[in-house]
C-alpha cells in the first residue's frame, strides 16, 4: 500500500502542499508515517527550498497524492 507524506508550508500569505516523501521512496508505513512525519519533515524543510517557509500542517495520505493549488 502506498503511504504518501503531504506537508503544509506558508510563506506569508502563500500557502503550498507539498509531497515529503511516499513510501516507494522512502519505505514509510502509515504508523511511522503518522509518528514520525514531524521529525521527516524538519528535515526536510532543513535542506530544501522552504526552509525559510513555515510548517502549517501535515498528513499522511494512503495512496498517490496531488497537492492542491496554491491558496
Same mark, same amino acid.
Given at each position: 500500500?502506498? /503511504? $504518501?507524506?503531504?506537508?503544509?508550508?506558508? &510563506? *506569508? !500569505?502563500?500557502?503550498?502542499?507539498?509531497?515529503?516523501? &511516499?513510501?516507494?521512496? =522512502? *519505505?514509510i508505513?502509515?504508523? !511511522?508515517?503518522? $509518528?514520525n #512525519?514531524?521529525?521527516? /519533515? #524538519?528535515?526536510?524543510?532543513?535542506?530544501?527550498?522552504? =526552509?525559510?517557509?513555515?510548517?502549517? *500542517?501535515y498528513?499522511?495520505?494512503? *495512496?498517490?497524492?496531488?497537492?492542491?493549488? #496554491? !491558496?
Open positions: 500500500m502506498l /503511504i $504518501t507524506l503531504v506537508a503544509v508550508v506558508c &510563506n *506569508g !500569505a502563500v500557502c503550498l502542499e507539498k509531497v515529503v516523501t &511516499n513510501s516507494e521512496q =522512502s *519505505g508505513t502509515m504508523s !511511522a508515517c503518522e $509518528t #512525519a514531524q521529525s521527516g /519533515i #524538519a528535515d526536510w524543510l532543513s535542506h530544501g527550498p522552504y =526552509s525559510q517557509w513555515k510548517l502549517q *500542517g498528513k499522511c495520505v494512503i *495512496g498517490p497524492y496531488t497537492p492542491k493549488r #496554491a !491558496a
